[in-house]
């Protein structure tokens, strides 16, 4: 399997400050990766999605400003929290998908994602 | 629009009592179907990809099958180890590279 790995997995911080969260895929480079908001029992929300070398696609309702991402390399991306807010509360959870060419001319495409975050504002 | 539609929402078996999660989609042309397994406060963890209808996969006590319109997770002789929700997903051909994922069917092996 390949593994995703993010960091801090746990987060408190005052209301107005920055929180950084890295996301590395440990065994696989990712031309692609996803970041992903879920609230308690609820489903994972696409936040944005990034490619190496160029700007993240954020999702609507998903204010760029506020949620900065930087995918650095094929192995690393970055989302920033600007400005938090007790709102922005959450379990943030990246992803890195990779693309396989198999035998044959077939192919595969696997989406792994990290262990996730958990960001409590006060 | 791309939905999926995942039922049941919970499910409740008794430990060796083998089931079926259902995974229902519309999709403008389908690139994969996902199947993840979520523990409590983890991130979701890869079980299968599935490409095209009469496709079949298998790891350990779950099996993965697809048709044109949804998929099902055959889960066999379950142990309270494979207590967790049960996510599907479906990526579209196309632009837009996302994954589109139900709400997820809750599923508890009671011993």
């Known amino acids: 399997g390949a593994v995703v790995s993010q960091h801090p997995s746990r987060v408190i911080c005052k209301s107005g400050t920055s929180v950084k969260i890295e996301c590395r895929s440990l065994?696989?480079?990712?031309?692609?990766m996803f970041w992903y908001r879920q609230f308690p029992k609820q489903s994972l929300m696409l936040m944005a999605t990034s490619n190496e070398g160029s700007k993240a696609t954020y999702e609507q309702g998903v204010e760029k400003d506020k949620f900065l991402i930087n995918h650095a390399s094929l192995t690393l991306s970055t989302l920033t929290v600007t400005s938090a807010h007790p709102e922005d509360s959450s379990f943030y959870i990246c992803s890195a998908r990779v693309f396989r060419v198999k035998e044959q001319g077939r192919f595969s495409y696997e989406q792994y994602f990290g262990p996730g975050t958990r960001l409590t504002v006060t | 629009e791309d939905q999926v539609t995942q039922s049941p929402e919970a499910l409740r078996l008794q430990e060796g009592e083998s089931s079926s999660l259902n995974c229902s989609y519309t999709v403008s042309g389908l690139r994969g179907l996902f199947w993840y397994r979520q523990d409590p406060g983890k991130g979701p963890e890869f079980l299968f990809t599935?490409?095209?209808a009469g496709e079949e996969k298998e790891k350990e006590r779950l099996k993965a099958t697809l048709t044109k319109k949804e998929s099902f997770l055959h889960i066999t002789a379950p142990k309270p180890e494979d207590s967790a929700t049960y996510l599907c997903?479906?990526?579209?051909?196309?632009?837009?590279?996302?994954?589109?994922f139900g709400q997820g069917t809750r599923l508890t092996i009671n011993p």
């Open positions: 997903a479906v990526q579209a051909h196309g632009g837009a590279q996302k994954l589109v």
């Open positions: 599935l490409y095209s």
């Open positions: 065994d696989f480079q990712a031309t692609t």
